[in-house]
């Protein structure tokens, strides 16, 4: 079946350093890709998201790039802060209609001040 | 925001037991969807459904059951089938648009454990 991969499991940087998030994703016919942001215990929100016909798309400290030909998008947060410290998905839309999304596995965000 | 509540936030199954979770969505919108989320894992698509009086399997459909007779109301329930239950349930809606083109949007949640 389809998946998305996402690279890596945990990431630990410093404060004022920047992340970056990388996910693969296996159905040629993806077209839409968002970002979710969550907290412990908490639902995951929507932080930025790009579809196929732009390559990225940026949003104050927070960027989003796709590469539709190796098929694979990344997320980059830039000045990071403390409170950025969560569990990152990427997701990616499934052929077939309904708006499916398959998710990658998550990236643990610890931002250390 | 999805205009989503999940009910309730914490709920409890006891062994061979049948329990329901609550969505509701406030924005008319169309396609909603349940999601299952075990610890340190991403998010598992369960069922989901496009419009009234249709539902869809997801990929771990198994041992859950669906209703979609109102367009605000998309329920769970987990039945005695389903052999490891204790998980965080998500609800999420979308609004109409491009296919493939929409954010979904979560409500808060429920955490289901085993007594």
């Known amino acids: 079946g389809e998946n998305v991969e996402q690279h890596p499991s945990t990431l630990s940087v410093q404060e004022g350093d920047s992340a970056v998030i990388k996910c693969t994703y296996s159905?040629?016919?993806?077209?839409?890709f968002p970002w979710y942001k969550q907290e412990l215990g908490k639902r995951p929100q929507l932080i930025i998201d790009?579809?196929?016909?732009?390559g990225e798309k940026k949003d104050q400290r927070i960027a989003v790039t796709l590469n539709k030909t190796a098929k694979h998008f990344s997320l980059h947060i830039t000045e990071t802060q403390p409170e950025d410290s969560a569990v990152y998905f990427c997701?990616?839309?499934?052929?077939?209609?309904?708006?499916?999304?398959?998710f990658g596995a998550g990236t643990r965000l610890a931002v250390h001040p | 925001d999805g205009g989503i509540t999940q009910s309730p936030k914490y709920l409890f199954r006891k062994e061979g037991q049948n329990v329901t979770l609550s969505c509701e969505q406030n924005?008319?919108?169309?396609?909603m969807y349940w999601y299952r989320q075990d610890p340190g894992q991403g998010l598992r698509l369960i069922y989901y459904?496009?419009?009234?009086?249709?539902?869809q399997k997801g990929d771990i459909a198994e041992g859950y059951s669906v209703s979609r007779e109102k367009k605000e109301s998309f329920p769970l329930t987990v039945t005695s089938a389903q052999k490891n239950p204790t998980a965080f349930y998500l609800c999420?809606?979308?609004?109409?648009?491009?296919?493939?083109?929409?954010?979904?949007?979560f409500g808060d949640g429920t955490r289901l454990s085993i007594l």
């Open positions: 997701a990616a839309s499934l052929s077939g209609g309904y708006n499916k999304l398959i």
């Open positions: 924005l008319n919108h169309d396609a």
């Open positions: 159905d040629s016919a993806s077209n839409y």
């Open positions: 459904s496009q419009i009234v009086n249709d539902f």
């Open positions: 999420a809606n979308s609004p109409p648009g491009l296919r493939g083109n929409q954010p979904q949007h």
């Open positions: 790009i579809r196929s016909n732009v």
